[in-house]
């Protein structure tokens, strides 16, 4: 069967180094969205809650009632809201605030020039003065950076209006609230950041997405994907392999085939740029919806251990592809 391992020990190897560029681990924010980026929900946050970090980001309730328990705040990106003690949620547009229960705690998102989600610029007094009429309790104010782990100035002109919002801010809303902007690249990038907490994603999973001419922070992937093999058999010079026959056997050799597919979010890829596995060995043929060919009789191979590497090969990135990993796929601590 196949499984995924998660390494423990690069895990928190990974959040120290990120303690120690932001400045404390009480800054972490962990984020858990979309099954922990593919590593697996509850696993990762109850890893994250036995290393110390108090907060978390999810991407809806649903991921947020699984791991409420664990964390003194979560923060609920998206989707149906239901008010609870420790359950942030995003005002992700000016309609939205008349949606939201009364009494719920809700964090503003101003949208600095992402134009993804967020409130106007112009429209921050609008949006405080809804807030207290809806009589929702304010608790965060926040944005998110377009470009950071780009070799561009926009991280900076984005700040330098965030930093305009906090200050008008000040002028029409009294109360303490907590104050964030930074992802992973941004937080790996700057020399020094205010913010209360950081929104720390793909760094914690062990991969630095920034380009070279940034000072770097190596970090250590923590997911690898393994496949169990099902079936062997001898194939012979000329034969042809899986769907298509689109490999063909240039020597008699032995050829097994492991259960990993595109049904478990495995990318089918180009079977003429063949995916080579961590343990060098190229995929044969296309990948089916359950299946890989490989040329090999061993019981386990790991298929990947790196999935910025990997991505290099399907042409997208990290990020999908981890994403991608079928829930249903076993995970375990290692």
């Known amino acids: 069967m196949a499984f ?6 690069n895990f928190y190897y ?4 990120i303690a120690l560029k932001v400045g404390s681990v009480d800054k972490i924010a962990i984020v858990l969205k979309d099954n922990a980026y593919g590593h697996g929900l509850e696993l990762m946050a109850r890893l994250a809650s036995e290393f110390g970090i108090k907060h978390a980001v999810v991407r809806n309730y649903s991921e947020a009632t699984k791991i409420k328990s ?27 605030i008349d949606t939201i229960p009364k009494e719920t705690k809700v964090e503003l998102k101003v949208d600095t020039g992402m134009h993804r989600n967020g ?24 944005t ?41 690249s941004a937080s790996l990038r700057l020399n020094s950041i205010d913010d209360d907490i950081v929104r720390i ?24 994907l393994y496949a169990s093999r099902v079936s062997t058999r001898r194939v012979y010079r000329g034969e042809r392999v899986g769907y298509g026959g689109s490999y063909r056997v240039h020597r008699d050799m032995t050829i097994s085939t492991y259960d990993l597919g595109y049904g478990d979010g495995w990318c089918r890829g180009d079977s003429s740029r063949a995916y080579i596995t961590s343990e060098g060995l190229p995929i044969l043929g296309r990948v089916s919806m359950d299946l ?43």
């Open 201 to 224: 994603g793909i760094s914690a999973y062990g991969y630095n997405e920034l380009l070279f001419p940034f000072d770097t922070i190596m970090l250590k992937p923590i997911l690898s």
């Open 119 to 142: 409130i106007e610029v112009g429209q921050l007094e609008e949006a405080i003065e809804k807030i207290r009429e809806r009589k929702l309790k304010l608790v965060g104010l926040m």
């Open 70 to 96: 664990l964390f003194e705040t979560i923060l609920i990106l998206s989707g149906e809201v239901i008010p609870a003690d420790n359950f942030y949620y995003s005002i992700n547009g000016l309609d939205e």
């Open 14 to 17: 990974n959040l120290e180094q």
């Open 292 to 334: 890989i060919s490989l040329e090999s009789s061993k019981d386990t191979i790991s298929i990947m251990d790196n999935a910025q590497e990997a991505s290099k090969r399907f042409g997208t990135i990290s990020y999908e592809v981890l994403t991608a990993l079928s829930i249903e796929i076993p995970r375990r601590i290692v």
């Open 4 to 9: 995924i391992t998660i390494n423990r020990e």
């Open 144 to 184: 998110h950076y377009r470009s950071a782990d780009e070799l561009t100035s926009e991280l900076f002109w984005q700040k330098r209006i965030f930093q305009e919002i906090k200050q008008r801010l000040k002028r029409v809303w009294s109360t303490s609230i907590r104050i964030h902007s930074c992802n992973s």
